[in-house]
């Protein structure tokens, strides 16, 4: 609607302004050929009526008649028309009507550039890193190929203290990460609890939102000198306080998950990359400013691409300490560290299961079905996330050549989980669970068996049987102990 009423003034603006300069000209060709003019402007500063009135006479330096001057609001009416369509483009409003987002065409995850389906898994290979590469240049991002140097230094390696006791037989390690490059270091705290009865446990390795000492009760764990969004509880000026001890350790429920014989490490994504938009200065972006986004340059990487680049550079450190199996390392993320958890899994295959909980847009959920948050309010509220040629889709879906199923193939034939929650509409639950769907031709080509649901399943009723599990949990946004019963679980399953 705003586009016709912005086009009507546009087209009425310049028929004006034709108007005013055939006029201006007709009079210009009078004037010079000795025509008298009858233009005077009565009352106008410096008409010659006011000014005689007055008994004085003023000289404007430049006198503008009054055709020029409405030629002149003429066009400023054109230019800021064009500038109000260029600039206040209409998001359209989100979609929750089912009957409006089943109406899409999904490219197949086998089809290659060409478009031929491959036929085998010797042609996975090949065909994954295509897909991985069409998902970094129009999406996520390419990370740089140039490496870091990565020095440690064990701070702190003790018994573990959670909910208020003293766990004898839970090894608490914590490992400053120093990655450098060109004279410049990025500090990245990693916190590990690992079973002491399990010489190589394998290792849930996710991002938090708000520094490990979110994560629980030890008062052990350093606090984050990290950026911290001033909304989270317990922050002053963009930094932790100690009030912020333990405010997401319902998102990480250590004791369980190592009592269940497995390591869990996690660091504090802004150690990684502060989540503002500031032009890509700060971070691991920071380290490499000749791989810096700008408009020559659409599809280096973004937010989402950085954190999940730490992720891999923690997993370089993790494969090497003694508790951990280096061949059992498994990546988890909630929400845009789910979709971050997901691009990890996608682009580093030492990932041996991959984990989303409550991805949504740009994670698990189908960008094609239009449902919950779309591409163009999650580039517009969070600009710095992808790269920029992920605008080009922005209320444009049906341009889109791909889709997130075929992220979730990338992962094939390792075993991926995707959760979702009953109230997470703005993430997309059915969205989520198609992508799982559509990307199961990829496990057939290894014999696997993927998802076979189209439908939600009733809450709280995982679907696990095959390499792609699902559950829908009862409840909101946010990433709870019943979700890590079942990413434990489909571990388990999968041989870990
Ligand atoms: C929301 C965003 C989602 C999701 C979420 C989160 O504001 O729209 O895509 O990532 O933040 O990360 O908590």
């Given amino acids: 609607m705003q586009w016709l009423i912005t086009i009507a003034v546009v087209l009425a603006a310049l028929a004006l302004v034709a108007f005013k300069l055939w006029r201006f000209g007709k009079e210009l060709s009078r004037l010079s050929s000795g025509g008298e003019t009858k233009t005077a402007c009565h009352g106008c500063p410096g008409s010659a009526r006011s000014d005689a009135d007055l008994g004085i006479t003023i000289k404007p330096l430049v006198q503008i008649g009054d055709k020029t001057k409405h030629a002149l609001i003429a066009l400023w009416v054109v230019v800021a028309c064009i500038g109000n369509v260029g600039m206040s483009q209409e998001i359209r409003p989100p979609n929750y009507d089912e009957s409006k987002a089943s109406n899409f065409d999904l490219v197949s995850v086998l089809a290659g550039p060409d478009g031929k389906l491959i036929e085998s898994k010797d042609q996975w290979a090949a065909q994954r890193?295509?897909?991985?590469?069409?998902l970094a240049r129009e999406e996520y991002g390419y990370a740089p190929k140039d490496s870091v140097a990565i020095r440690t230094e064990l701070f702190d390696d003790g018994p573990a203290v959670l909910g208020g006791q003293?766990?004898?037989?839970?090894?608490?390690?914590?490992?400053?990460?120093?990655?450098?490059?060109?004279?410049?270091?990025?500090?990245?705290?990693?916190?590990?609890w690992s079973p002491k009865d399990r010489p190589k446990a394998p290792c849930f390795l996710g991002l938090n939102f708000r520094g490990n000492q979110s994560t629980c009760d030890d008062p052990k764990i350093r606090l984050t000198t990290s950026w911290c969004d001033n909304r989270s509880p317990g922050v002053v000026d963009n930094k932790a306080t100690e009030a912020s001890r333990a405010n997401q350790s319902e998102r990480w429920p250590i004791a369980q998950i190592v009592e269940a014989g497995f390591a869990v490490a996690t660091a504090h994504y802004s150690d990684i990359d502060?989540?503002?938009?500031?032009?890509f200065e700060n971070g691991v972006h920071g380290l490499f400013p000749e791989d810096r986004i700008d408009a020559d340059h659409p599809s280096r990487w973004g937010s989402v691409a950085a954190w999940a680049w730490g992720l891999s550079r923690l997993a370089d450190v993790l494969e090497t300490l003694d508790g951990v199996d280096p061949k059992g390392l498994m990546v988890v993320g909630h929400s845009r560290l789910g979709k971050t958890a997901l691009w990890a899994g996608a682009t580093d295959e030492r990932f041996q299961v991959v984990v989303s909980n409550n991805s949504g847009c740009g994670g698990a959920a189908l960008s094609k079905r239009i449902y919950g948050e779309s591409v163009a309010r999650i580039n517009t509220a969070f600009p710095h996330w992808f790269n920029r040629n992920f605008r080009k889709y922005n209320d444009r879906e049906d341009l889109l050549l791909f889709d997130q199923h075929q992220l979730i193939a990338t992962i094939a034939p390792r075993p991926v989980y995707i959760a979702s929650a009953s109230n997470?509409?703005?993430?997309?639950?059915?969205?989520?669970?198609?992508?799982?769907?559509?990307?199961?031709?990829?496990y057939r080509l290894f014999g696997k068996k993927g998802l076979d649901a189209v439908e939600l399943p009733a809450v709280n009723t995982p679907i696990a049987q095959?390499?792609?599990?699902y559950h829908l949990r009862d409840g909101e946004h946010d990433m709870l102990l019943y979700d890590w019963e079942q990413f434990i679980a489909f571990a388990k399953q999968n041989g870990f």
């Fill in 166 to 192: 003293t766990k004898a037989n839970i090894r608490r390690r914590q490992i400053a990460v120093f990655l450098e490059r060109d004279g410049k270091q990025v500090r990245v705290d990693l916190a590990l």
């Fill in 274 to 279: 502060p989540d503002y938009d500031d032009g």
């Fill in 466 to 469: 095959g390499a792609i599990g």
């Fill in 424 to 442: 997470d509409k703005w993430a997309d639950p059915l969205g989520e669970l198609l992508s799982g769907h559509h990307a199961s031709s990829a």
């Fill in 129 to 134: 890193k295509y897909l991985v590469d069409l």
